[in-house]
C-alpha cells in the first residue's frame, strides 16, 4: 500500500511537472550551437578561469572525471592540473607554466579544484579551493585569497617567463570554502554558499573527512593596493535552511525595475534528504536574500553553465542552462524524476516573468552526449550586454554570437558512471524573434508603505502589489519570516506581533525598508 501510494504521488508530480513545461517556440529568441573543439586542448573541469583580450586564463582544477567514492581514489594528486595555462580559443595556441615553478607564497591553493573566483577590471580574484596542502601533507580547503594581475600574467606568459609577479595572495580564515560561487555586484564582492571539507573523501565506511557546510552570503570589498591585498566592510547572513548548498549556479540577472541582482539556482545536499535544492534564491544590493518558494527548479540543479538574457519588451528574465546533474531528465516528451540525479543531455530555459511568475522550457536543441556539469561559458564582449553580462536581447540583428561554452565533465551513463575532463568546446548564438523589438529601460514599481514608520497602533498599508504577487518580509538579520503570495491579513497580523526595529519588504522587483517603531 505504501509503495503503491508513493508510485502515484511520483505519476502526480510528473504529471503536474509536465504540465509546467513552456512551449520552447513561445521563446523570443532561438537558440544554437557550433562545436569548434580545438584537439590540442586538455579536458579541465573546476578551475578558476578569466578572459583577457584574446586568452583564457585557467587555473586549477582536475584533468579527469568525476570524483571517486573511496579515499585512496576520490582526488588522485596526478589528476590535478598542475600547469598554469594561457589558451587562445580561436587557434588553440596553449602557453604553460608549472605551479611548483612559482614563487608565490601558497602555490598549493593555485592547484585546487573548485575555488570560487570573478573578474574585476585587470584583475582576476580566486578564494579557497580544495587540494593537497604540501606543508601540512593533507587535503584542505584553502584559506587564501589570490589575486591575478591578467596583463602582467599574458606578458609573461607569452615571452616564457615565470609570471610570479602577477600574483597577489593573502591567508583569510572567510575565504576557506570550495564548491561556492564568488560575483561582484556594485563596491562588493558576495561569497555565496559552498563547504569547508578538510580530508580524503570516501562513501563507504567512517568518513576520512570533516565537512562544515558555510551557510552564508559574504559580503566585502577587497582592497588591492601596492602593499598587498586586504578585505573590508566584510558582513554574512546566515541561513542553515536556505544556504545549506554547494556545487550551485550562479549567474547575473536584470530585475524588472532595471537593477542588477545574482540569482543562486539549485544545489546539493538538503540536510534532510541527498537531494538538491530546487527554489532559487535571489540576491540583490543592500537587501536581504529572497527565496522564491514559489517555484521548483526542474532541471540542472548542479553546477552547469548559464546564458542570462533580458528581454525589455516585457521585462523577462531568460537562463539558459546547458545539461550537468539534474533530478529530472526529458524523455518522450515529459520530465522523468530520478532521485539519483542523473547526467543528463538537454539544455533548459528558465524565464522570470516580470509579474514573479517561473516557467522552463526544453530547448530543441540538445547535447550529444553526457555533457554540462562544471563546464563554463565565457561571454563574447562584442554581444550586447549590461555591465553584469546579461545580454540584451533587443539590441540584437538576427543570429549573434554570444559566448563560448568549454569544458567539464563527460559522462558515458547517467548513474553510476564512468567520466573524463571534457576538452569539447562550442559556440552559443542566439537569434531573436522577428517581433523582438526596441525596448526602452524598465521603468520603476512602485511598492509603498504608508505610515513608515509604523506601529502595532498605526498598521502599515502597502501600496503597488498585484493580487498574488509573490512577497517576502525579512528582519534586518536576514531572517525570512514570511514568503508566499501576500496574504494581507496575514502580514497584518505578524507585523502586529514583531518588536519594534528595522524590517524589509520585498516583491521579485523590489524591496523597501520598514521601521516599526516603540
Known amino acids: 500500500m505504501k509503495y503503491t501510494c508513493l508510485l502515484l504521488l511520483c505519476l502526480f508530480l510528473n504529471s503536474a511537472i509536465a504540465q509546467t513545461l513552456g512551449n520552447p517556440q513561445d521563446l523570443p529568441f532561438q537558440l544554437s550551437l557550433e562545436e569548434v573543439t580545438q584537439d590540442e586542448l586538455p579536458g579541465l573541469h573546476s578551475f578558476a578561469f578569466a578572459h583577457y583580450d584574446e586568452w583564457w586564463i585557467i587555473i586549477g ?9 573511496f579515499a585512496a581514489t576520490a582526488f588522485p594528486e596526478d589528476k590535478a592540473n598542475t600547469l598554469l595555462r594561457l589558451i587562445n580559443p580561436e587557434t588553440g595556441e596553449m602557453h604553460t607554466w608549472a605551479y611548483d615553478a612559482l614563487n608565490v607564497p601558497f602555490k598549493d591553493a593555485l592547484k585546487s579544484t573548485n575555488p570560487q573566483y570573478t573578474r574585476d577590471g585587470d584583475w582576476l580574484y580566486i578564494t579557497g579551493g580544495y587540494g593537497k596542502d604540501q606543508i601540512q601533507n593533507k587535503f584542505i580547503t584553502f584559506p587564501v585569497l589570490t589575486a591575478v594581475n591578467l596583463p602582467d600574467f599574458t606578458a609573461k606568459m607569452l615571452q616564457g617567463q615565470n609570471p610570479s609577479s602577477a600574483f597577489k595572495q593573502i591567508e583569510l580564515p572567510a575565504m576557506r570554502v570550495c564548491g561556492g560561487e564568488m560575483e561582484k555586484m556594485g563596491d562588493y564582492f558576495y561569497l555565496v554558499g559552498g563547504h569547508d571539507f578538510s580530508g580524503l573523501y570516501n562513501s563507504n565506511g567512517p568518513p576520512q573527512f570533516t565537512q562544515a557546510y558555510i551557510n552564508e552570503i559574504r559580503k566585502f570589498k577587497i582592497q588591492n ?11 554574512a547572513v546566515h541561513d542553515e535552511a536556505n544556504l545549506h548548498r554547494r556545487d550551485f549556479s550562479m549567474a547575473p540577472l536584470v530585475l524588472p525595475d532595471g537593477r ?7 544545489g546539493v545536499f538538503r540536510p534532510d534528504a541527498d537531494l538538491p535544492y530546487y527554489n532559487p534564491v535571489y540576491i540583490a544590493e543592500n537587501e536581504p536574500f529572497m527565496l522564491d518558494a514559489q517555484y521548483a527548479q526542474v532541471f540542472s540543479q548542479y553546477t552547469c553553465p548559464v546564458v ?41 530555459t528558465f524565464r522570470r516573468s516580470a509579474d514573479g511568475q517561473s516557467q522552463e522550457f526544453v530547448m530543441p536543441v540538445s547535447f550529444d552526449a553526457l555533457l554540462g556539469s562544471n563546464m563554463i561559458f565565457v561571454p563574447d564582449e562584442s554581444a550586447p550586454h549590461f555591465d553584469n553580462e546579461v545580454l540584451k536581447l533587443q539590441d540584437m540583428n538576427g543570429p549573434t554570437f554570444v559566448g563560448y561554452l568549454f569544458g567539464g565533465i563527460k559522462a558515458e551513463i547517467p548513474n553510476i558512471t564512468p567520466s573524463s575532463a571534457s576538452n569539447r568546446m562550442f559556440k552559443v548564438f542566439i537569434t531573436p524573434d522577428g517581433n523582438a523589438t526596441a525596448a526602452s529601460e524598465p521603468e520603476n514599481t512602485l511598492l509603498s508603505a504608508s505610515p513608515n514608520p509604523f506601529s ?19 528582519n534586518a538579520m536576514g531572517q525570512v519570516l514570511y514568503s508566499d503570495a501576500f496574504d494581507r491579513l496575514a502580514v497584518d497580523r505578524l507585523l502586529h506581533a514583531v518588536p519594534s526595529g528595522v524590517y524589509y519588504a520585498s516583491t521579485l522587483q523590489q524591496t523597501i525598508k520598514l521601521v516599526k517603531a516603540e
Not at 539558459?320 to 522523468?336: C, H, K, M, R, T
Open 260 to 266: 542588477q541582482a545574482i540569482a543562486l539556482y539549485g
Open 308 to 348: 542570462p538574457i533580458y528581454d525589455a519588451t516585457d521585462k523577462s528574465m531568460y537562463s539558459i542552462f546547458f545539461a550537468g546533474l539534474s533530478a529530472y531528465y526529458f524523455e518522450n516528451n515529459q520530465a522523468v524524476y530520478d532521485e539519483r540525479v542523473p547526467f543528463i543531455k538537454s539544455i533548459s
Open 225 to 235: 593596493t601596492q602593499t598587498g591585498l586586504s578585505i573590508a566592510d566584510y558582513s
Open 61 to 69: 582544477g582536475r584533468i579527469n572525471g568525476l570524483h571517486g567514492f
Open 456 to 474: 502595532s497602533q498605526s498598521p502599515v498599508v502597502f501600496s503597488g502589489l498585484p493580487a498574488g504577487a509573490f512577497f517576502t518580509l525579512s
